[in-house]
């Protein structure tokens, strides 16, 4: 009997919030509609400017339900709440930050993973220092985009060499199936997902085919 090649996985990530305004709101409905289509690893949420305990609030029903589908939920720049509002980790947008991050989430294993990695040293570093994950070709501060290019150069790079998990962001839903068979072990998804004109459910579906039609490369 012949084992299945493995494929990538899919991780969510929300949008950034510019108006904190009944947040999450619909994004709440788009994202548990995501994930109960599709099999999802973990999500990514990125949070709006409020106070601790008006954001715990918000969060603690919102992570449930995500939990409810088998993904795990990480919080971007909040290490503070992790654990009070129910989360699995935290999600470091500043790779500056990922040292006291790591001392204050992992005596309570909580995964931390990194991103805005500009450089393959950083990469390194952060991998060095024991992030569970190093994430590439994300949407910069300004909403740019690396060119895909470069990602997948990226991507293909450390699934190569490296053991630490990586994550690679694809811009739409035509980037996850070139993303995956550079042997990352996931690919992130946010625009492409909530901006569907079809809605999140079509596109997590089509973005889980993807994935399921392209084998990695051994490694």
Known sequence: MTEEAPTAR???MTPPVLDPTGWPGTIADALVAAVSAAPVDAVLLRLPKLDDRALTKLLKPLVASVQEHNAAVLLEDAPEIVARAGADGCHVGNPARLGATLEAMKPHDRMVGVGALRARHDAMEAAELGCDYVLFGEPRADGSLPPLSGVLERAQWWAELFQTPCIAYAPTLDDVAPLAA?????????????????GAAEAIQRAHEALAATPQPAR
């Open 10 to 12: 899919l991780v969510l």
């Open 182 to 198: 550079t042997g990352c072990e996931f690919v992130a998804l946010c625009d492409a997902v909530f901006s569907h004109p079809s």
